[in-house]
């Protein structure tokens, strides 16, 4: 018969990832992660909007725009067409797409912060700040969207350096990502611990990050065609829709685990934890999203 706790005696690291995953599914790691994906998915509408109106100014200022578009595509025929009537379109409202594109991608952008905030402070079991954190937020996407800018262009970078000099680039990137998320779990959170607290989640992310990217580079194209030859459009959605829910999975669990290491070093406390009176005994253990797991059985004069 397979002994769970023996195995889990016996192997250090299989014992530290099931504690990892206990704790993700204690605190709901779950729902949070569906939060931060369904956010970053409804952003993407309003950053289309951004992409649709850069890519009318780029045309209005150029005659011949679309057919470099078309040529360097390798399009002809109904398909050519077809992209020389988006960018005519995207250069007659490029204005409006601009205005409403940034104003919602801001909105959007916040609701994406706000779910990585209720994120961070659920794993570490602590409540928000109010208002402060909608500028908190705000300075957030500001810091961010910088950092994030400046991964993103390692990524082709990587592609055209030659050999050995792809190392120093991809170091580079992790150095960046272990920095934006040690400074997001710090930023975001309200949780009063040292930056260093939050450097192993926000490595293990990082490098996580990095693994995704190299995994969609195949996947994705390929989740996204069969989805799309299967379902249509709608497959699409769910194709990208299940990649962001896999980054914010692996968010959620970088906390967790920034969470047991300070927990290893720091200790915990006990506090009381309320729950609704219902028959039976009183509980006497609920786990650290403060359900109930353990109740006495009930006496013959409980109601």
Not at 105 to 118: A, D, K, M, P, Y
Not at 156 to 175: N, R
Not at 207 to 215: M, Q
Not at 283 to 298: D, S, Y
Request: aromatic residues 8%.
């Amino acid at each position: 018969m397979f002994d769970l706790e023996r195995w889990r005696a016996r192997f250090r690291w299989l014992d530290a990832a099931l504690r990892v995953n206990e704790r993700f599914a204690a605190v709901g790691g779950g729902p949070l992660a569906a939060s931060i994906g369904l956010a970053g998915f409804l952003s993407l509408f309003p950053l289309l909007l951004v992409a649709i109106a850069v890519v009318g100014f780029l045309s209005s200022g150029r005659a011949d725009f679309a057919d470099d578009v078309v040529a360097s595509l390798d399009l002809d025929g109904r398909t050519a067409e077809v992209v020389r009537d988006v960018l005519a379109a995207a250069e007659g409202s490029r204005r409006t797409a601009s205005i409403v594109g940034v104003l919602g991608l801001l909105w959007s952008g916040l609701g994406v912060v706000g779910s990585l905030q209720q994120a961070c402070n659920a794993v570490w079991q602590t409540v928000g700040r109010g208002l402060v954190d909608r500028a908190v937020a705000l300075a957030w996407l500001v810091g961010a969207g910088l950092l994030f800018v400046a991964t993103t262009a390692l990524g082709p970078l990587a592609g055209m350096v030659p050999g050995p000099a792809v190392i120093p680039v991809v170091a580079g990137g992790l150095v960046i990502s272990t920095v934006l998320f040690t400074w997001t779990y710090t930023f975001l959170g309200n949780q009063s611990v040292p930056a260093r607290a939050h450097l192993p989640g926000a490595a293990l992310v990082a490098v996580g990050v990095e693994v995704l990217k190299l995994i969609g580079g195949v996947w994705v194209p390929r989740a996204v065609a069969s989805s799309s030859a299967l379902y249509g459009s709608l497959g699409v959605v769910f194709a990208v829709l299940a990649w962001l829910l896999l980054y914010a999975r692996l968010f959620v669990y970088g906390a967790v685990v920034n969470v047991l290491r300070w927990e290893a070093e720091a200790g915990t406390v006990t506090v009381d934890v309320q729950v609704p009176r219902m028959a039976g005994g009183v509980p006497v253990e609920a786990n650290r999203g403060g359900a109930v797991v353990e109740r006495p059985p009930a006496s013959a004069g409980d109601g």
